[in-house]
């Protein structure tokens, strides 16, 4: 679906993002990757910490293109957004998120100690190489948003 439809179905929202709104969203996403790293943490919260500095890099992306996701299944909405905005060469990227979602809901609504060390570990890698990808392509397609 493209984010047009998305739009008149009432899933995405015109939204206007700013230089300043991206260095806001970029500080949350550091500060959720340095949390991560914390020890103490259960492996639960480390990866739902990092979904989230996940979630706001495609959050990121998708405000540069002129949307936000409207409050009902805003996460669902990202990603599937992100599949329309990326090339088709990083739907499986896309999907991991996506996947990694799914995983997160269960150990924050459902059911404690269902995520692994290596699951962790492998959320963690992605999401940093995501960002480093995703601030590249903010950089060179909307620099006025950029801030290193």
């Known amino acids: 679906m493209t984010l047009e439809n998305w739009?008149?179905?009432?899933?995405?929202?015109?939204?206007?993002?700013?230089?300043?709104?991206?260095?806001?969203?970029f500080g949350l996403i550091r500060r959720d990757l340095k949390d991560a790293s914390l020890s103490g943490l259960s492996q639960d919260r480390k990866f739902n910490i990092t979904y989230n500095a996940a979630f706001q890099t495609a959050l990121a992306l998708l405000f540069c293109y002129g949307y936000v996701p409207a409050s009902e299944s805003h996460h669902y909405i990202t990603w599937q957004a992100l599949k329309e905005i990326?090339?088709?060469?990083?739907?499986?990227?896309?999907?991991?998120?996506?996947?990694?979602?799914?995983?997160?809901n269960i150990s924050d609504y459902d059911k404690a100690g269902t995520i692994s060390e290596k699951e962790t570990k492998e959320l963690y890698e992605e999401t940093k190489n995501f960002v480093i990808f995703i601030k590249k392509v903010i950089k060179d397609?909307?620099?006025?948003?950029?801030s290193p």
Not at 13 to 24: D, G, L, N, R, V
Not at 94 to 99: A, K, L, P, Q, R
């Open 7 to 25: 739009l008149s179905i009432g899933k995405l929202k015109k939204h206007t993002t700013s230089k300043e709104e991206m260095e806001a969203i």
């Open 86 to 104: 990326l090339p088709k060469d990083k739907s499986g990227l896309v999907n991991y998120f996506d996947g990694c979602r799914k995983k997160r």
């Open 141 to 146: 397609s909307f620099p006025e948003y950029f």
